[in-house]
């Protein structure tokens, strides 16, 4: 668990970017970094502030889902999908060649002061109870986090993050899975 200074970043206009590439680490100031390797693929997770970065690989395939509110530097070579990460969303994308399927759920909510409090010391307990990936900072407002949980099975690997801003009591969760068939 790593605590930040003051910043003045929130999470405003986030996207979601999936990609059928691999993404370089410098384009973006990463806060943790995870590889996961597993029988028959690899994972790694990247935590940025506001945001985080998911790369499955598997022989010669890969593919990395991206969660910025960062609007320039972005590459756009491999780009399979872009959508703006705004209310409730699913996302269901095949990879026949490779056969692996990736599918995605995000919400976003408005939380109350009190609601937003229990929900940030809520995901510091689930970060230290799951070993999950937490990078927590301040802003003017009070305190925010991005954090991510893994999951690990035979054919599959899935991914729960988190990002909370406390300017707006704005909490962004998705669900992201990248499964072999």
């Known amino acids: 668990m790593q605590h930040q200074p003051t910043a003045k ?13 691999a993404l370089h680490p410098e ?25 985080h970065m998911l790369r499955f690989q598997i022989k010669g395939f890969c593919a990395s889902e ?3 509110a960062q609007d ?3 590459p756009t070579s491999g780009a399979v999908a872009t959508f ?9 994308h095949p990879f026949p060649e490779a056969r692996v399927s990736y599918g995605t759920s995000m919400q976003t909510e408005t939380l109350s002061e009190n609601l937003y409090n229990a929900t940030y010391n809520e995901l510091i307990d689930l970060a230290k109870e799951t070993d999950a990936l937490l990078h ?3 802003e003017a407002d009070g305190p925010a986090l991005s954090m991510v949980e893994l999951q ?11 990002h909370m801003s406390p300017s707006s009591g704005l909490v962004l969760r998705t669900q992201s899975i990248f499964e072999l068939k």
């Open 9 to 21: 970043h929130t999470l405003a206009s986030p996207q979601l970017f999936l990609y059928r590439r």
């Open 27 to 51: 384009l973006f100031a990463l806060k943790q970094r995870r590889t996961i390797p597993h029988t028959g693929y690899e994972f790694e997770t990247w935590l940025m502030q506001g945001g």
């Open 66 to 68: 991206l969660l910025t």
């Open 72 to 74: 320039t530097g972005l």
């Open 84 to 92: 703006p990460c705004v209310g409730e969303k699913d996302y269901d």
């Open 136 to 138: 927590i900072w301040s």
């Open 152 to 162: 690990r099975y035979p054919r599959e690997i899935h991914a729960h993050a988190y």
